[in-house]
């Protein structure tokens, strides 16, 4: 996987968080785009990332409290077409408890959570990008 890097994504409703990883081993919050109900333009906004960095996988958190069929096959649509722009794997994630972890996270850092709102989307996308790299990693050794 040499030179490629992976994006993490928390898909959401409002704000799409984004984290990156370059070397395959540690995940880092990049950016939040708002999901303003255009996904072309955040697909394209996401494919532009991945190009500038080579990315060759692109993992999705999948909420898999979005218990309704409706509500998981609007994650399934937006891999699906990332996939087909991008032309590279993506990977729907679980993601539960990400963004609880994440809060969890900056808490532990002292930021306030009606401020951090963009960086808990960061941070959610960092977790669930971790979580994905550190089971890839247990199957590749």
Known sequence: ???MSTIGIDYGGRRIGVAV????VLASPHSVLANDGDSGRVIEAI???GSELDA????VGLAKRARSHAGERKFHEFAER???RTGRNVVLWDETLSTVEA???LREAGKNRKRAGREIDMAAAAVILQSYLDAE???AS
């Open 82 to 84: 990332l996939r087909q």
């Open 21 to 24: 990883s370059e070397s395959g």
């Open 47 to 49: 494919a532009c990332l």
């Open 56 to 59: 060759a996988t692109y993992v």
């Open 1 to 3: 996987m040499s030179g």
């Open 103 to 105: 809060e969890a996270r």
């Open 137 to 139: 990693g247990g199957r």
